[in-house]
């Protein structure tokens, strides 16, 4: 029989077992028991057979009982910040890292995935095994699938995980979700995650001019970045009170304390290795106090004698000159797609009668415009030519919206895009003036996205609660948004760290103070509806996913 008894036999124990059982089988037949025949059966009562007297045998054993099958309730959505867009729930143990996972990739993508596979592996402390076939719990990396740039799909199944994309920036975005998941919860659910952004530019902008950041206190924002999906790092490096990264065609603007060549480009790589692009800013016409202090002769001077930090004549051709050997300089040094322009608060255009005050610039802007110009064309006149610098690069430019005019004979390059980050300027347009006329615009609301070292002129340092509660890319001067047909043409938006009191933080307090604003920043840049979770619930899991 399959299922015999087993165990060792008791000899007469077992005898008389045999018998019990026998005499219980017969009396229950109406027979007496027949006496016991040696072999541990009995014979039954008036039965015979040719080989002698008929053996009873053991009652069978019952077949055991089917192991039940688990069963497990829906899964619910991976606890990530930002939240994915979308999970498909389905029943299963889940995924997480075990003795036998690795981490492998597509054959024909080792070389595009490769370091994606690298990182993740490191990260879940389960070696690499680069094109091997994925086994039972592994991690798996392709390209391909449909969807949208950055975007990226997510299977749990079968005690797997599959992540896919359609390019490398996808597939990096998919294994953030899975490290976020795992050190959240220790695991990743069941199921199928489609993830992508509702912005192509979701960033984080460091004034590293007027504060000295170190290179490794940059990297650390980086890593902290790219976990939260963004992918632009805006380093704000020339300024009245500093100029922050070493020069080859002008030393003698640059600070005692700045970032050595060497390091921009390892800050670079980094970034880059985290799909995140570094977008830099040599801001002008105003805001060059440092290029000023070893150029004195640039100052721009009132009629009445008084200079106005930071703005240099841009009357004068030298003025051009020096900003223009520095774009040059730089753009080979920074190659990603990006150029910030500056353009804001030019001192000139900050008074009543710009004219009248600064008569050296009413002469440059009629000889250059005709009998019409004025001040503000020659402003709007510089930036253009810094542009056409620029424009070579293949760089998209952004300029601060106060650095754009109307009225004027002439206006600011098309292709220029706007950098909305404030409503307080003189002679201030609404956003809907930017969108309306067809500008691209980039989001730094200075009521939301600004922290400010000191918290001069009224400002807090943000918790990132009104962020998360509030704020959408929609909004882009004070709480109100612009209509929804303009959200195509807002391409994303900026967290700010600005260093008007350098000395009021620490580098550790700054990043300390920016965590949580910055997490909110991601959250509604990767997916502008009202989150599921509420503030308290989300502190709790920005802390947790870290």
Same mark, same amino acid.
């Given at each position: 029989?399959?299922?015999?008894?087993?165990?060792?036999?008791?000899?007469?124990?077992?005898?008389?077992?045999?018998?019990?059982?026998?005499?219980? =089988?017969?009396?229950?037949?109406?027979?007496?028991?027949?006496?016991?025949?040696?072999?541990?059966?009995?014979?039954?009562?008036? #039965?015979?057979?040719? =080989?002698? /007297?008929?053996?009873?045998?053991?009652?069978?054993?019952?077949?055991?009982?089917?192991?039940?099958?688990?069963?497990?309730?829906?899964?619910?959505?991976?606890?990530?910040?930002?939240?994915?867009?979308?999970?498909?729930?389905?029943?299963?143990?889940?995924?997480?890292?075990?003795?036998?996972?690795?981490?492998?990739?597509?054959?024909?993508?080792?070389?595009?995935?490769?370091?994606?596979?690298?990182?993740?592996?490191?990260?879940?402390?389960?070696?690499?095994?680069?094109?091997?076939?994925?086994?039972?719990?592994?991690?798996?990396? #392709?390209?391909?699938?449909?969807?949208?740039?950055?975007?990226?799909?997510?299977?749990?199944?079968?005690?797997?995980?599959?992540?896919?994309?359609?390019?490398?920036?996808?597939?990096?975005?998919?294994?953030?979700?899975?490290?976020?998941?795992?050190?959240?919860?220790?695991?990743?659910?069941?199921?199928?995650?489609?993830?992508?952004?509702?912005?192509?530019?979701?960033?984080?902008?460091?004034?590293?001019?007027?504060? !000295?950041?170190?290179?490794?206190?940059?990297?650390?924002?980086?890593?902290?970045?790219?976990?939260?999906?963004?992918?632009?790092?805006?380093?704000?490096?020339?300024?009245?009170?500093?100029?922050?990264?070493?020069?080859?065609?002008?030393?003698?603007?640059?600070?005692?304390?700045?970032?050595? *060549?060497?390091?921009?480009?390892?800050?670079?790589?980094?970034?880059?290795?985290?799909?995140?692009?570094?977008?830099?800013?040599?801001?002008?016409?105003?805001?060059?106090?440092?290029?000023?202090?070893?150029?004195?002769?640039?100052?721009?001077?009132?009629?009445?004698?008084?200079? /106005?930090?930071?703005?240099?004549?841009?009357?004068?051709? =030298?003025?051009?000159?020096?900003?223009?050997?520095?774009?040059?300089? !730089?753009?080979?040094?920074?190659?990603?797609?990006?150029?910030?322009?500056?353009?804001?608060?030019?001192?000139?255009?900050?008074?009543?009668? /710009?004219?009248?005050?600064?008569?050296?610039?009413?002469?440059?802007?009629?000889?250059?415009?005709?009998?019409?110009?004025?001040?503000?064309? &020659?402003?709007?006149?510089?930036?253009?030519?810094?542009?056409?610098?620029?424009?070579?690069?293949?760089? =998209?430019?952004?300029?601060?919206?106060?650095?754009?005019?109307?009225?004027?004979?002439?206006?600011?390059?098309?292709?220029?895009?706007?950098? !909305?980050?404030?409503?307080?300027?003189?002679?201030?347009?609404?956003?809907?003036?930017?969108?309306?006329?067809?500008? *691209?615009?980039?989001?730094?609301?200075?009521?939301?996205?600004?922290?400010?070292?000191?918290?001069?002129?009224?400002?807090?340092?943000?918790?990132?609660?009104?962020?998360?509660?509030?704020?959408?890319?929609?909004?882009?001067?004070?709480?109100?948004?612009?209509?929804?047909?303009?959200?195509?043409?807002?391409?994303?938006?900026?967290?700010?760290?600005?260093?008007?009191?350098?000395?009021?933080?620490?580098?550790?307090?700054?990043?300390?103070?920016?965590?949580?604003?910055?997490?909110?920043?991601?959250? *509604?840049?990767?997916?502008?509806? *009202?989150?599921? &979770?509420?503030?308290?619930?989300?502190?709790?899991?920005?802390?947790?996913?870290?």
């Amino acid at each position: 029989m399959r299922y015999s008894i087993r165990g060792p036999r008791r000899g007469p124990a077992l005898v008389a077992a045999a018998v019990a059982l026998a005499t219980v =089988a017969a009396c229950s037949n109406g027979s007496s028991a027949g006496p016991p025949d040696g072999t541990g059966s009995t014979a039954a009562s008036g #039965a015979s057979s040719p =080989a002698g /007297p008929a053996v009873s045998s053991p009652p069978p054993s019952p077949p055991p009982s089917p192991t039940p099958t688990r069963t497990y309730p829906l899964s619910k959505a991976p606890q990530v910040v930002p939240a994915v867009v979308a999970h498909r729930a389905a029943r299963g143990p889940g995924w997480k890292p075990g003795r036998d996972t690795a981490v492998v990739v597509a054959e024909k993508d080792e070389f595009a995935l490769a370091d994606e596979a690298r990182l993740i592996a490191a990260e879940l402390r389960v070696p690499y095994r680069g094109t091997a076939a994925a086994g039972p719990g592994d991690v798996s990396l #392709a390209l391909g699938g449909a969807g949208g740039a950055e975007s990226y799909t997510l299977t749990v199944q079968g005690g797997g995980v599959r992540i896919t994309g359609p390019d490398q920036a996808g597939v990096f975005y998919g294994t953030r979700t899975l490290k976020q998941s795992v050190r959240s919860s220790g695991a990743m659910p069941e199921g199928v995650v489609t993830d992508a952004p509702a912005k192509p530019q979701r960033g984080l902008m460091v004034d590293i001019a007027r504060k !000295y950041y170190s290179a490794d206190w940059i990297e650390g924002r980086l890593r902290e970045m790219a976990d939260l999906k963004l992918n632009q790092l805006g380093l704000h490096f020339s300024d009245d009170q500093g100029f922050r990264i070493a020069s080859d065609s002008h030393p003698e603007v640059v600070s005692q304390r700045h970032l050595s *060549k060497a390091e921009v480009r390892r800050i670079v790589d980094l970034a880059a290795s985290l799909h995140i692009t570094v977008v830099p800013e040599i801001d002008s016409p105003g805001h060059l106090g440092a290029v000023i202090a070893a150029h004195p002769e640039l100052q721009l001077v009132s009629v009445s004698g008084r200079t /106005p930090r930071g703005a240099v004549d841009i009357s004068k051709p =030298a003025s051009a000159k020096i900003v223009d050997e520095l774009l040059r300089e !730089y753009a080979g040094l920074f190659p990603g797609a990006f150029w910030h322009l500056g353009g804001d608060e030019y001192v000139a255009l900050m008074v009543k009668n /710009p004219e009248a005050t600064y008569p050296q610039l009413a002469r440059a802007a009629t000889a250059k415009y005709g009998a019409s110009g004025r001040v503000q064309d &020659l402003a709007t006149g510089w930036l253009n030519d810094r542009a056409a610098v620029v424009r070579p690069t293949g760089k =998209a430019m952004r300029v601060w919206n106060d650095g754009f005019f109307t009225g004027g004979v002439t206006s600011a390059d098309k292709d220029l895009q706007v950098a !909305y980050w404030t409503g307080k300027e003189i002679g201030a347009r609404t956003p809907v003036s930017y969108l309306s006329a067809g500008r *691209k615009v980039i989001n730094y609301n200075d009521k939301y996205l600004y922290y400010v070292l000191g918290q001069p002129n009224q400002f807090v340092y943000p918790t990132g609660r009104l962020i998360y509660e509030q704020w959408t890319p929609l909004v882009l001067r004070g709480s109100t948004p612009v209509p929804a047909r303009y959200d195509p043409q807002i391409l994303g938006g900026s967290f700010a760290v600005w260093g008007d009191l350098p000395n009021a933080q620490t580098q550790a307090q700054v990043a300390a103070g920016i965590r949580m604003p910055l997490a909110a920043t991601a959250q *509604k840049l990767w997916d502008a509806r *009202k989150p599921a &979770l509420g503030w308290a619930a989300f502190q709790a899991l920005a802390g947790r996913v870290r």
